[in-house]
């Protein structure tokens, strides 16, 4: 299963981790507005980098999303993938 992450914020290791430590499971891309730190996520847990969440699903090829915004950025984007969110959304 290809795996894409939207945001990175502290849960994002944790579930970049869980992905790479789960047989069939792959991180292929994460988006993220601040591109320094998106490169430098990359770079330790794979995948590719994108400024924009909407470009990462069209391109991506992923079957799965994990949301990881940092806790001040917590808001809903709609996805229509099968999404997996550390939190209940509201």
Known sequence: ?????VGI???APVHARAIQDTPGAELVAVATRDEARGRAFVAEHGGVWFADYQEM???AGADA????PNTAACGSPTIRKCW????PMP
């Open 1 to 5: 299963m290809r795996f894409a992450l």
């Open 57 to 59: 699903l069209a391109h």
């Open 9 to 11: 914020g502290n849960i």
């Open 65 to 68: 999303v994990s949301l990881c």
């Open 84 to 87: 997996l969110t550390p939190a």
